[in-house]
T-cell receptor
């Protein structure tokens, strides 16, 4: 596709519910990143994939957060037993290589936990 | 102390003026520097990147980098109301691995 596609655009979850957020990167992009952006804050790094390999997951806030990219293209960010503090916009980005050259973000998924 | 600091603003400038946005960073070995623009309710959009000391110009935008003083700035000439947005400074360094460290952003308002 022409850009990074994320779905759903909006998600409302009840506290304790599991959610799955999808990212479809730009075709051929090796690198894929997930960020979390709380209201009024800059994006915070969550995890990085190079093809199907998850090379860095140091930003995942707890073991309730899990990400995968099994075939090196589409990625899913899963949050188990959602809490109110998980409410944020989850941004996916992709690039041809590592972060040295900046990258393109998708439109994000706004998660609200009630 | 956050690694990348920005004044949250809002910074208000009249249409046609120069808007100056500043960013400081704490890690001296930082290597790559980026400015993203984010409109309300939208995702960040890359507008400038800079890797070496000095100025880099792209249209109405100029990025300035001073590694000795650990600051990077963005100048927007002939500011337009459509430039009103939050501007995010992002930095990558050896310690951050593959991540970009973002500041909180500066809100810019260009008034007609």
């Amino acid at each position: 596709g022409a850009g990074v596609s994320q779905s759903p655009r909006y998600k409302v979850a009840k506290r304790g519910q599991d959610v799955a957020l999808r990212c479809d990167p730009i075709s051929g992009h090796v690198s894929l990143f997930w960020y979390q952006q709380a209201l009024g804050q800059g994006p915070e790094f969550l995890t990085y994939f190079q093809n199907e390999a998850q090379l860095d997951k140091s930003g995942l806030p707890s073991d309730r957060f899990f990400a995968e990219r099994p075939e090196g293209s589409v990625s899913t960010l899963k949050i188990q037993r959602t809490q109110q503090e998980d409410s944020a916009v989850y941004l996916c980005a992709s690039s041809e290589g590592p972060n040295r050259y900046g990258y393109t973000f998708g439109s994000g998924t706004r998660l609200t936990v009630v | 102390q956050k690694e990348v600091e920005q004044n949250s603003g809002p910074l208000s400038v009249p249409e046609g003026a120069i808007a100056s946005l500043n960013c400081t960073y704490s890690d001296r070995v930082s290597q790559s520097f980026f400015w993203y623009r984010q409109y309300s309710g939208k995702s960040p959009e890359l507008i400038m990147s800079i890797y070496s000391n000095g100025d880099k110009e792209d249209g109405r935008f100029t990025a300035q980098l001073n590694k000795a003083s650990q600051y990077v700035s963005l100048l927007i000439r002939d500011s337009q109301p459509s430039d009103s947005a939050t501007y995010l400074c992002a930095v990558s360094n050896s310690n951050s691995g593959y991540a970009l460290n973002f500041g909180k952003g500066t809100s810019l308002l260009v008034t007609p």
